[in-house]
């Protein structure tokens, strides 16, 4: 994203706070927050429904067909899964996290990741509550993530 397409964005995502609909994740703001979107930052399970829509099953990912004439045909064949390491879950987990209001618990972390942490709670990046890490700026998300990962 360009500094110019970031400025813009930000400017609209602050015009629509202060008409009252705070963010609750990257992509949608106000006062009731979707249970639906708000599973999948949780990192719950779910049923992918249509051509090429996944699913999730603890560790493993579902992948129907992509081909929508195929898919009618039998909806409940899986042409892919993917078994997910813990490691992957965990990075998914910061991703979702910092996307969104449900942050990232502080067990998640390694001890290097908790150093890089405080870094972040000190420039006021992030807020630290009751041991949940918060992202004060879901277009900072990715960055913030691959800054505790790295």
């Not at 599973?39 to 699913?55: C, E, H, I, L, S």
């Not at 067909?65 to 879950?89: A, M, Q």
Request: hydrophobic share 35%; net charge negative; proline share 3%.
């Amino acid at each position: 994203m360009s500094s110019e397409q970031l400025s813009l964005t930000s400017w609209i995502f602050s015009a629509i706070k202060e008409r009252g609909l705070p963010q609750y994740e990257i992509s949608n703001f106000g006062k009731y927050h979707s249970s639906h979107n708000l599973g999948y930052w949780r990192y719950k399970d779910y049923m992918g429904v249509g051509a090429g829509a996944v699913g999730k099953r603890e560790l493993l990912r579902f992948y129907p067909n992509p081909d929508i004439e195929e898919y009618i045909k039998n909806p409940c064949i899986t042409i892919k899964e993917e078994l997910l390491t813990l490691e992957d879950k965990r990075i998914e987990q910061f991703f979702l996290g910092m996307r969104s209001c449900i942050g990232i618990e502080t067990d998640l972390l390694s001890s290097k990741e908790k150093i890089q942490a405080d870094i972040l709670v000190q420039e006021k990046k992030l807020d630290l509550i009751d041991n949940v890490l918060y992202n004060k700026d879901y277009l900072l998300a990715d960055e913030i993530t691959l800054f505790l990962t790295a």
